[in-house]
């Protein structure tokens, strides 16, 4: 089997020089953030801790694979926001800049891979890295474009209707996006492959299973959202929202686990596509 990947290629950091350029630029990647808003104070200073340390369990690779995630899903939030953006903060427990919590829930999964493989130093656990942020960039994708969808979305379990931009249900548009971010992070990684010399013909089949196992990762998030995450009952609209409070008063819970959010399940969904395709890998 050719084009195993080569561990010391990919873990080698560079000369001091080249580290100091990466952590900079790890720095300015958070600061831009911040100063765009993209980003609450607390999630920037995560963002570069974690940029930082994805370096140093990775490389160059693992850096870039967390900027190409981070940069098209700022891009897309920002794509007809003033479309999206009503119906977010009325669904959404969250909203405006992300904050530390969805940091960590989006690179959380692709950190603890990057430390298995600096301590076995099995390439197994990059393509684990790699197939979690495909997880997010599909799921981001899907959420981002999937609510401008014509066709009212529905659920992945009883294939009826449900509230658009709600947790759990998908659409024929949400899908294909889906499929485009995790393409996105494959191609990224065919990318460095290519210009690190370190590619062959098992190249394809690595990019076809971090495309497949980010779209799985999505549909993992969509079962998940649909079925144990908090859903309620809103104390102002009476209609289903995914905020657990309406100034300051709780809603009633609908279904699923208190503790269970969107932050949670975006966590498990990305670790679950990682796990499944290590073994499958």
Not at 59 to 76: I, W
Request: proline share 3%.
């Amino acid at each position: 089997m050719e084009n195993i990947l080569d561990a010391n290629l990919v873990i080698q950091t560079g000369t001091y020089i080249q580290q100091i350029l990466f952590v900079l630029l790890s720095l300015l990647f958070a600061g831009v953030a911040f100063k765009r808003r993209s980003l609450t104070p607390a999630a920037s200073v995560g963002a570069f801790f974690l940029a930082v340390a994805l370096y140093y369990t990775g490389g160059p690779l693992f850096l870039l694979l967390l900027m190409v995630f981070f940069v098209s899903a700022t891009l897309l939030s920002h794509f007809k926001a003033s479309i999206k953006d009503p119906i977010e903060a009325e669904l959404h427990a969250k909203a405006g800049p992300r904050d530390l919590f969805q940091v960590a829930a989006n690179g959380g999964a692709a950190l603890i891979m990057g430390i298995l493989f600096v301590i076995s130093q099995n390439e197994v656990y990059v393509m684990a890295v790699a197939i979690a942020f495909a997880a997010c960039n599909a799921d981001t994708w899907a959420s981002e474009i999937g609510i401008l969808s014509k066709r009212a979305p529905v659920s992945l379990l009883t294939f009826r209707p449900v509230k658009r931009g709600i947790s759990g249900g998908v659409s024929p548009l949400g899908l294909v996006a889906s499929c485009g971010g995790a393409a996105l992070i494959a191609l990224t990684f065919g990318f460095y492959e290519l210009v690190t010399g370190n590619a062959g013909e098992f190249l394809l089949f690595q990019m076809g299973l971090i495309t497949l196992g980010g779209f799985m990762g999505s549909i993992l998030d969509s079962l998940m959202g649909g079925t144990i995450q908090a859903k309620y009952i809103s104390l102002k609209t009476g209609e289903l929202t995914e905020k657990p409070t309406y100034e300051n008063k709780p809603n009633a819970l609908h279904k699923g686990w208190r503790f269970v959010n969107n932050d949670f399940v975006n966590f498990a969904s990305s670790f679950l596509a990682s796990v499944l395709v290590l073994f499958f890998y």
